[in-house]
C-alpha cells in the first residue's frame, strides 16, 4: 500500500512516499481506510527522532485519522466492518490503511465528515481536555491563547468562546489575528510587535488573564505567567517556539497561580472512559455547529512532505489534511 515514510530519523526533506505491507489487526486492534489524516506538530518532530515516540523503522507518521473498519482483530467488539471512525495511533496515518487499538478508536456520527474529523481530533481534544479538566474553565473568565491561529490554538478559542469566555489571540501576523477573530476571539495580540504582558494587562484593566493556553513556549511562557490573574491556570501543551521554557518560581507564588502540563495522548492511555466522554462532546459540537475545525489545506499521500514543512514554518492556518485518495 502507498504511504508517506520514514526510512531513517532526519531532517523533513529526507523522507518521502513509499510502500509498505497491509496492516494486519493484533486481537485489541482494527485496521482502518484512511480518508483524511491530520498533520500534526508532533509529525514533524517524530520522523527526526526528536518525539517521547520513536517507532520502528521504516513508518509512516500520522497520528489521527478517520475513515472505515476494513478489519478487526479478534478480541474486539463494539465495531464492525464498514464502520465510519475516527482513531489515534501516534503514527501510521499517512497511508491508505493504518491501525489503531479499539481502545483509541471512536465511533463517528453521520453528520461529522471524514475531514472534519480528522481535523478535529487531537487539536480540539487537546484543547477540550487543557480547558475543561485541567483548567477547570468557567464561563466569564478571560482566556488567553498562545499561538492561537495554529489547530490547538484555533481549537481553544472556540472552545473557550463556546464556553462563554472573553479570548484573547496572541498570534505573530495580522492575517492569523484575522483567523482568531473570526473563530470567536473578541482581542488580538501581535506578540511579535506588542509586550504581550502588557497588551494583556491593558485589555483586562490589569487584572490578568484567568487561563492561558501555551503551544508556543520559549519567552512567551514566562511573559504570559507574568500576565495572569490571581489564581490563574497556565496550560502548558507544547513548545512551537523550539526552545522549552524555565519559569520562576516565585512568580507562580505571588500570582497564586498553577503552572499544568497538558499530554492528551497519556490521558487517553490512562483514562480512555473519560477521554471518550470528551471526543464525543467534541464530535456533537461539530455536529451542533458550535464547534467547526478550520481546514486550511489538503494534500495526497505523495505531497505529505509539503504539508509536514508548511506546519513546521508554521505558515498553516487551521488544519492540514493528508487525504491518500486525493
Not at 500520522?62 to 467488539?77: D, L, W
Request: net charge neutral; charged share 20%.
Amino acid at each position: 500500500m502507498r504511504a508517506y515514510l520514514c526510512n531513517a530519523f532526519g531532517p523533513l526533506d529526507t523522507h518521502g512516499p513509499g510502500d509498505l505491507p497491509p496492516p494486519v489487526p493484533a486481537d485489541d486492534e482494527v485496521v482502518i481506510e484512511v480518508a483524511a489524516a491530520g498533520v500534526n506538530y508532533y509529525d514533524t518532530l517524530i520522523v527526526q527522532g526528536r518525539y517521547q515516540i520513536r517507532p520502528a523503522l521504516p513508518f509512516s507518521p500520522g497520528g489521527e485519522f478517520a475513515g472505515t473498519i476494513s478489519s478487526i482483530g479478534a478480541a474486539v467488539e463494539g465495531f464492525h466492518i464498514g464502520q465510519r471512525v475516527l482513531a489515534f495511533n501516534s503514527f501510521g496515518g499517512f497511508a491508505e490503511k493504518a491501525r489503531a487499538r479499539a481502545s483509541q478508536v471512536f465511533p463517528l456520527p453521520d453528520a461529522v465528515s471524514f475531514d472534519q474529523a480528522a481535523a478535529a481530533l487531537v487539536a480540539y481534544a487537546t484543547a477540550w481536555f487543557a480547558l475543561h479538566d485541567r483548567g477547570r474553565l468557567r464561563a466569564g473568565e478571560t482566556v488567553l491563547v498562545l499561538g492561537a491561529a495554529g489547530g490547538v490554538g484555533l481549537a481553544a478559542v472556540q472552545i473557550a468562546r463556546a464556553a462563554g469566555c472573553t479570548v484573547i489571540a496572541a498570534a505573530s501576523t495580522p492575517e492569523k489575528l484575522d483567523a482568531c477573530r473570526h473563530a470567536g476571539a473578541a482581542i488580538g495580540i501581535n506578540y511579535r510587535q506588542e509586550d504581550l504582558k502588557e497588551a494583556v494587562k491593558s485589555a483586562t484593566g490589569g487584572r490578568g488573564a484567568d487561563v492561558v493556553i501555551d503551544v508556543v513556549g520559549g519567552a512567551y511562557t514566562e511573559a504570559a505567567v507574568r500576565a495572569t490573574a490571581w489564581r490563574g491556570r497556565v496550560l502548558v501543551i507544547g513548545f512551537a517556539a523550539g526552545d522549552i521554557p524555565r519559569i520562576p518560581a516565585n512568580l507562580l507564588l505571588l500570582k497564586g497561580c498553577e503552572l499544568s502540563g497538558v499530554f492528551w495522548d497519556e490521558f487517553l492511555r490512562r483514562e480512555p472512559q473519560a477521554c471518550h466522554n470528551q471526543v464525543s462532546a467534541i464530535l456533537a459540537g461539530i455536529e451542533n455547529g458550535s464547534l467547526a475545525p478550520p481546514i486550511h489545506g489538503r494534500y495526497g499521500i505523495e505531497e505529505a512532505g509539503e504539508a509536514l514543512k508548511e506546519l513546521a514554518e508554521r505558515r498553516a492556518t487551521g488544519k492540514l489534511l493528508i487525504c491518500p485518495k486525493r
